[in-house]
């Protein structure tokens, strides 16, 4: 069984800046196997996809909200995904998850449905304040 354990979350003003960490273990995980996403999901609202990255790192993909603050990274050796968030709004505030699915690449918009993937970790908290 895959497991996903998020870090990285916290309290921060408007403007400051967080990483994220999300470590995997487990088998079968194979890192360069999985495509990786960020999700996040704030209070009375669906969980929406904010960033994702192919099981190379090659290929990364963001939500149009956090473009140009946030970036998506992963260590396939180190079997970490990180998302590095700048310029951090209070719309920003949410309970990240970090989310692994089962093949190397996702083409589609499936690959923004958070249905589509297979292992969950247990979410962190980021809260912005103004």
């Known amino acids: 069984q895959v497991q996903l354990v998020e870090s990285g979350g916290g309290l921060v003003q408007a403007g400051d800046s967080l990483r994220l960490s999300c470590a995997a273990s487990?088998?079968?995980?194979?890192?360069?196997?999985?495509?990786m996403g960020w999700f996040r999901q704030a209070p009375g609202k669906e969980r929406d996809v904010v960033a994702r990255?192919?099981?190379?790192?090659?290929?990364?993909y963001y939500t149009d909200s956090v473009k140009g603050r946030f970036t998506i990274s992963r260590d396939n050796a180190k079997s970490t995904v990180s998302l590095q968030m700048n310029n951090l709004k209070p719309e920003d505030t949410a309970t990240y998850y970090c989310?692994?699915?089962?093949?190397?690449?996702?083409?589609?918009?499936?690959?923004?449905?958070?249905?589509?993937?297979?292992?969950w970790g247990q979410g962190t908290q980021v809260t912005v304040s103004s």
């Open positions: 989310a692994a699915y089962s093949r190397p690449f996702c083409l589609g918009s499936g690959c923004d449905d958070p249905r589509t993937y297979d292992y």
């Open positions: 487990g088998r079968p995980y194979s890192g360069i196997g999985y495509v």
């Open positions: 990255i192919s099981g190379s790192g090659g290929s990364t």
